[in-house]
T-cell receptor, first 116, second 114 residues
Framework: DTGVSQDPRHKITKRGQNVTFRCDPISEHNRLYWYRQTLGQGPEFLTY????????KSRLLSDRFSAERPKGSFSTLEIQRTEQGDSAMYLC??????????????FGSGTQLSVL | AQSVTQPDIHITVSEGASLELRCNYSYGATPYLFWYVQSPGQGLQLLLKYFSGDTLVQGIKGFEAEFKRSQSSFNLRKPSVHWSDAAEYFC????????????FGKGTKLSVKP
């Protein structure tokens, strides 16, 4: 059990560029979640996958954001045409689907995005 | 709409003193409630959660929380704080559909004085 891994740890980009982040969940965890956390705020749910299926997506999420989990293992989060307001920590978490009362999320350390 | 309020942005306590972090929620039905801790450079870690049953919930690292429906509160407590407890603490509410679709509060930063 190596934990949830996110890459890169830091990303600096210019406004208008596209960026992609990767999340490797704990092996055999079939649920994967993405969150965004800005300074002074709690994490904000973005989307989640069960295996390769994207089951929920925040209604607040811009169309410039897209996430994939093609083989039900790692996931990528892409932001197109980045804006300064996209600057945030992007967190990934994974869990093993089971009874709701037993599910436990494990979080990665996040990718810090700075849009100049 | 669901919401979570953590009234205290920053709290400082002396090592060995007791701790209570406040959390109030707004939710139409019986909520699923969580407390997470975030240390610098580390991922969020679940301290405890409440789904139903006993309103006093025990968690890891000596933390406990009490669900009070009449006050819409889920306050986190620890009888004796250690320097390693310094971190940011987040309260969250969910509807149980998936444990990850949560509404988080803005967090309370805990500092511990020696």
């Amino acid at each position: 059990d190596t934990g949830v891994s996110q890459d890169p740890r830091h990303k600096i980009t210019k406004r208008g560029q596209n960026v992609t982040f990767r999340c490797d969940p704990i092996s055999e965890h079939n649920r994967l979640y993405w969150y965004r956390q800005t300074l002074g705020q709690g994490p904000e749910f973005l989307t989640y996958f069960q295996n390769e299926a994207q089951l929920e997506k925040s209604r607040l999420l811009s169309d410039r954001f897209s996430a994939e989990r093609p083989k039900g293992s790692f996931s990528t989060l892409e932001i197109q045409r980045t804006e300064q307001g996209d600057s945030a920590m992007y967190l990934c978490a994974s869990s093993r689907r089971g009874q709701a009362t037993n599910e436990k999320l494990f979080f990665g350390s996040g990718t810090q995005l700075s849009v100049l | 709409a669901q919401s979570v309020t953590q009234p205290d942005i920053h709290i400082t306590v002396s090592e060995g003193a007791s701790l209570e972090l406040r959390c109030n929620y707004s939710y139409g039905a019986t909520p699923y409630l969580f407390w997470y801790v975030q240390s610098p450079g580390q991922g969020l870690q679940l301290l405890l959660k409440y789904f139903s049953g006993d309103t006093l919930v025990q968690g890891i690292k000596g933390f406990e929380a009490e669900f009070k429906r009449s006050q819409s509160s889920f306050n986190l407590r620890k009888p004796s704080v250690h320097w390693s407890d310094a971190a940011e603490y987040f309260c969250a509410v969910g509807d149980g559909g998936s444990q990850g679709n949560l509404i988080f509060g803005k967090g309370t930063k805990l500092s511990v004085k020696p």
